[in-house]
């Protein structure tokens, strides 16, 4: 029941700004945390971006908290990361992520290549 879309992934070059959402259904809106992770070839996935269910409490990685921006939009069901300035070390799946209990739940993944 629960699922989560992302879409927005593509290629750009460094520099280059992006606009990932990811639209959720299954579960009330604003009831849980969201965030987005990512995960590069060979690398185990890692936490980019976290945003409490009301949006007043954000974390983002050391790596990208300059530059990325995490927002959701409760009433439209929808987080998105909105990604500046970005460099080839950004370049990876990025997944939707939620929590409900102690079960995740994922989005199919979003390509993002950084790449001149």
């Known amino acids: 029941q629960v699922q989560l879309v992302e879409s927005g992934g593509g290629l750009v070059q460094p520099g280059g700004s992006l606009r990932l959402s990811c639209v959720v259904s299954g579960f009330t809106s604003g009831s849980s945390p969201m965030s987005w992770y990512r995960q590069a070839p060979g690398k185990e996935r890692e936490l980019v971006a976290t945003i409490s269910s009301r949006g007043n409490s954000i974390h983002y990685a050391g790596s990208v908290g300059g530059r990325f921006t995490i927002s959701r939009d409760n009433a439209k069901n929808t987080v998105y990361l909105q990604m500046n300035l970005l460099k080839p070390e950004d370049t990876a799946v990025y997944y939707c992520?939620?929590?409900?209990?102690?079960?995740?739940?994922w989005g199919q993944g979003t390509q993002v290549t950084v790449s001149s």
């Open positions: 992520n939620t929590k409900i209990g102690f079960q995740d739940y």
